[in-house]
């Protein structure tokens, strides 16, 4: 079996420089003999022109920022590989999807969309998934969202979309946010944008991780054959760690503590050696099938349910090893929807032929020329040879006479390639139509898979959708687009509109005074383009909901526990945990008052890896409080008592053993329970294999959601 796993690694080394005992030099390869000081006359001197050193530094210092991405410019990337399981070359030539246990090195960069570079990782937002296949027959790149359908079904629309949802352009303002007045006065006006909406205000949009998020290509693609035979196909991604969210209280404060949470996590779980991975799938769905649907496969506002059109996965990606420098990868990648494979084909999804055209010319403004495909993060592992010539920055130096086709100077070099060659050949699909400017009616459907997602969701996500709702609209100002927006929620689920009119003090208007528009022309208005809701075949399905959702597995590797400590805590207690975590490969972190470390009752010492002071219980998973702490002192200690109130409001496991839980039990939450509730483990005893166990299983639970209704009723 060939094995193209390190390709592109050692594509990569060949750019790669080291200065680890090497002598400092100018660009120009000359040693510096003094970086400190600039060249002058005299000690107090003027500096001189003639400083070639000092000249070249400020130079490229005040010209290393680019401008960041347009959309999705704060992100974070990783290498691995991607490995066949199940080929299927019945549907696909495409090379890397050939064989089983064939290995294809991948680059992933995960990203927010609104917000700017520096901005926080947890905005409530869609998530970027672009993946960077380094096939031999070239790049292929899988430009993905972590939301199956899109805002918009026409590219014209795209920039009013990111026009609507940045800063609003006169005072830049709110940052990676779409809490306010210009996003929901567009969205209030598009209804084809109401599924989408349901998602990003479902926990969709604040991930645990970015290793618990699906991932959706969300167009309909084509696969093809080697002979030219082809079928539709939806793409997946399916997390081995299954979709989880932080709660939005959680969120914002995790955006306070630690903006780069995300980038954190995914950083640490493979230097930990917990490498990411997920299942890529396919929907297979034939050619004949095109018009059996209730929706248009061509909708990028729609989904094929699973229980309509179930997942085949074909293979499992695995991130294994972090960049060796942001900008030079992370930073410099440039994907492209367009960017495809032999095998590998479009359909005529206008949201996607709009995308073919804007992802090479983003490129140009950000990385400054047409040259950006030879950065090395970017260059095809196969052979690149073509008549595209010159510009900014040229890296390959093209030998001989001849840059055109066809030449005979040349010998007719380089030549093209025939199909049974791996030349790409567009899929011969016939059209014939009348060119028209005109949204197609099978995309009216607006409401029908909006109330298929709202109806798949558990009580406790959908009580976070109608806060989500409270909190985004409760910032918008305009209360006409408040209005319009009930008007809207109202044809998904009336209950969802009215329990979210509550929290907005406002009333939802009848169904006939929502001004509508379809993106249509004036003229043409309330011809054909009535919204309609269709029913669905599928009421419910539960790969919709992320608590209900088949990917789910109940482990805990790579989650982080905070073991709260300080001197004379039981020694064994804390090994018992930290080694229980361990064997599931996740890990128990020591928080004391301070830094260093703390004496136990056995007066050995515990290293301490935080303290109070620089963490707190947004950034773990789940918090121990073993015996032998100082009761007293703690029961008191603010920063003890905020880490298990917001542990306790987040739904998060909290465990004591001994006489510990007198401390749980003093922070104000906790002291309130009344019923039992099945996430906080409590034992008299010290130490148990027991006590530790119910804690791990309890933690696989990821969230004990229904405290909420206490908390929010
Ligand atoms: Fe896009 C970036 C995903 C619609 C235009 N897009 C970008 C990235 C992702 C997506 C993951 C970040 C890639 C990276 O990490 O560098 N975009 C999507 C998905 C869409 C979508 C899943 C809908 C199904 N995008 C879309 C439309 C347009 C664009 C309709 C324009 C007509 N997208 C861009 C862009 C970006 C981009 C402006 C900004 C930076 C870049 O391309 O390289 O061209």
Redesign the pocket.
């Known amino acids: 079996m060939k094995n193209f796993q390190d390709d592109k690694q050692r594509d990569l080394s060949t750019n790669k420089s080291d200065g680890t005992n090497k002598f400092l030099t100018t660009d120009q390869g000359v040693k510096i003999n003094d970086d400190n000081n600039s060249l002058k006359s005299g000690e107090r001197g003027p500096s001189l022109l003639e400083d070639f050193i000092l000249r070249e530094k400020i130079t490229h210092f005040d010209h290393e920022r680019i401008p960041e991405?347009?959309?999705?410019?704060r992100?974070s990337?990783a290498h691995g590989f991607f490995e066949v399981t199940n080929p299927i070359p019945k549907l696909t030539k495409a090379g890397f999807l050939q064989e089983k246990g064939l290995k294809t090195p991948v680059f992933v960069?995960?990203?927010t969309?609104a917000g700017s570079r520096g901005s926080t990782d947890l905005a409530r937002d869609?998530?970027?998934?672009?993946v960077k296949f380094y096939t031999q027959e070239g790049n292929y790149d899988l430009?993905?969202?972590n939301?199956p359908?899109?805002f918009?079904q026409d590219?014209?629309?795209?920039?009013d979309?990111?026009h609507a949802v940045k800063p609003e352009p006169h005072n830049e303002m709110p940052q990676a946010a779409s809490a306010h007045d210009t996003f929901w006065d567009f969205i209030s006006l598009m209804p084809e944008s109401m599924h989408m909406i349901m998602w990003v205000m479902s926990d969709r949009a604040i991930p645990r991780s970015y290793r618990m998020m699906e991932g959706?290509?969300?167009?309909t693609f084509r696969l093809v054959n080697a002979e030219e035979e082809s079928v539709f196909v939806k793409f997946h991604w399916k997390p081995k760690l299954g979709t989880h969210a932080v709660a939005w209280d959680e969120a914002q404060k995790i955006s306070g503590k630690n903006a780069d949470f995300h980038r954190e996590d995914l950083w640490e779980a493979i230097e930990m050696g917990n490498f990411p991975e997920w299942e890529l799938g396919v929907q297979i769905i034939p050619s004949a099938d095109e018009n059996n649907y209730e929706f248009d496969l061509l909708d990028?506002t729609k989904l094929v349910p699973e229980e309509i059109v179930p997942v085949t996965i074909v293979g499992r990606m695995v991130l294994n090893k972090n960049p060796d420098n942001f900008f030079a990868e992370?930073e410099q990648?440039?994907?492209?929807?367009g960017h495809v494979v032999p095998g590998i084909d479009f359909t005529n999804d206008p949201?996607?032929q709009?995308?073919l055209?804007?992802?090479t010319?983003?490129?140009l403004s950000?990385l400054g020329s047409p040259n950006f495909h030879e950065i090395p993060i970017n260059r095809s592992i196969a052979p690149v040879h073509n008549n595209q010539r010159d510009g900014h920055m040229r890296q390959e130096i093209n030998k001989g006479r001849v840059s055109y086709h066809p030449n005979s100077l040349g010998g007719g070099c380089p030549y093209q390639a025939k199909i049974a060659e791996g030349g790409f050949s567009s899929f011969n699909e016939r059209i014939d139509a009348h060119k028209i400017r005109e949204r197609s009616e099978s995309f009216n459907d607006h409401f029908g898979q909006a109330k298929l997602f709202f109806n798949s969701q558990t009580s406790e996500e959908k009580s976070h959708i109608v806060r989500a709702l409270r909190f985004e609209l409760g910032k918008v100002q305009t209360t006409a687009i408040r209005n319009r927006m009930l008007g809207l929620l109202s044809q998904i689920d009336q209950q969802l509109a009215e329990k979210v009119a509550i929290g907005l003090g406002a009333k939802v208007p009848p169904i006939l005074e929502t001004p509508i528009n379809h993106g249509v022309s004036p003229e043409n208005e309330g011809r054909k383009h009535e919204p309609q809701t269709r029913n669905q075949t599928i009421k419910t399905s539960d790969a919709l909901s992320m608590i209900n959702n088949p990917t789910n597995s109940p482990t805990i590797a790579s989650r982080k526990v905070a073991i709260i400590c300080s001197d004379g805590v039981s020694e064994t207690a804390v090994a018992n945990m930290k080694n229980a975590l361990k064997k599931e490969d996740a890990k128990g972190c020591v928080i004391a008052p301070h830094l260093g470390s703390i004496s136990t009752d056995s007066n050995s010492e515990i290293p301490v890896d935080f303290s109070l002071l620089t963490v707190s219980s947004v950034l773990f998973d789940a918090v121990y409080i073993p015996h032998g702490l100082d009761v007293k002192t703690l029961s008191e200690n603010k920063d003890v008592l905020e880490f298990l109130n917001d542990a306790y409001k987040h739904c998060k496991v909290i465990g004591a053993d001994g006489d510990a839980s007198k401390i749980v039990s003093s922070a104000t939450f906790v002291s309130q329970i009344t019923d039992y509730d099945p996430g906080i483990i409590i034992s008299s005893e010290i130490a148990t294999a027991e006590f530790a166990q119910d804690f791990i299983t309890a933690m696989t639970m990821h969230r004990f959601w229904q405290r909420e209704e206490n908390l929010y009723n």
Do not use: C, E, M
């Open positions: 991405r347009i959309v999705h410019a992100g990337g960069r995960f990203s969309v869609a998530r970027g998934f672009a430009v993905a969202n939301i359908v899109f918009i590219a014209s629309k795209f920039p979309l990111v959706f290509g969300v167009h990028p992370t990648i440039a994907f492209h929807p949201l996607l709009g995308r055209f804007s992802y010319d983003t490129q950000r």
